[in-house]
């Protein structure tokens, strides 16, 4: 059953979604708007392909299969921790006829739609996700070594794999691009990668070499010493404005920018 869903509004957009009798959409914790009466809301700890123990590969029933599933929960609650997820999500159903639930992002931006045909997983940035069909599965992607430890917001990512409609968000304006466009690679900073479907290659590179311009580019140039890489032929999501600049930009506001406009190693963000 199709997801019906329209993404409105401007520079905080929201996503409105129509709900057939019976079908079930998910959330993040703190994304849900509002919904009409007769949409049920209940909060899990489990994702969707945990949640009701008959999905869950023959397990059976007895003690077994609830041992088993309550595991299956409690390794779901404990990788959403370690990326500092939301631990729970809540659950839509629509009963006795038609319903309508809203959700959006926490950040001033855009709202994407992505369509699962069981083909292809897509990654997303950390709090990317805001709702997805029951169909879907919510995972985390841990990018160990060198990338992860460099490369700043693209060490936990979202995963989303299975059939069906998710949501995500990002702040600024979104564009899509395909690698394999710009010759099979491009290099952003690591903030602005909002989403890419599996096939690219994510990584993360230093600016330039430990010479002059290398460390002019890393204290001077605003985006650290990394870049995020991404390689091959597929779907990018870059988002045009990144939490770092935005948290920059309110200190400046505020007064609490004492290290002047360099950005780069000298960036007051603290996170």
Excluded at 114 to 120: I, K, P, Q, T
Excluded at 143 to 171: P, Q, Y
Excluded at 209 to 234: C, K, P
């Amino acid at each position: 059953m199709t997801l019906q869903q329209e993404i409105v509004g401007n520079a905080m957009q929201m996503a409105v979604v129509n709900l057939q009798p019976g079908q079930t959409v998910y959330c993040e914790a703190g994304k849900f708007l509002f919904k009409t009466a007769n949409v049920t809301m209940e909060t899990r700890l489990s994702g969707p392909s945990n949640s009701g123990g008959s999905q869950q590969g023959g397990g059976g029933g007895g003690m077994g299969g609830m041992l088993r599933q309550a595991m299956g929960t409690a390794m779901q609650v404990g990788q959403r921790a370690l990326a500092g997820e939301s631990l729970a999500f809540q659950y839509f159903t629509s009963q006795g006829g038609e319903g309508t639930v809203g959700f959006a992002g926490v950040l001033p931006g855009e709202m994407r739609a992505l369509e699962l045909d069981g083909s292809r997983a897509w990654f997303a940035e950390k709090d990317a996700f805001v709702a997805a069909e029951s169909t879907v599965d919510f995972g985390i992607a841990f990018r160990g070594g060198r990338t992860g430890m460099s490369g700043g917001e693209g060490f936990i990512l979202e995963k989303f794999t299975g059939h069906g409609t998710v949501v995500i968000a990002g702040a600024g304006n979104f564009i899509d691009l395909d690698p394999s466009d710009f010759g099979g690679r491009i290099e952003v900073d690591t903030g602005c990668v909002v989403a890419f479907e599996e096939g690219i290659q994510y990584g993360v590179q230093r600016i330039g070499g430990l010479n002059r311009q290398g460390l002019m580019n890393a204290v001077f140039g605003g985006e650290g010493l990394s870049l995020a890489t991404l390689e091959g032929r597929g779907r990018v999501i870059l988002q045009s404005l990144t939490i770092e600049g935005l948290a920059n930009a309110l200190k400046k506001a505020q007064g609490g920018d004492k290290q002047g406009p360099t950005g780069g190693l000298f960036s007051t963000h603290a996170g």
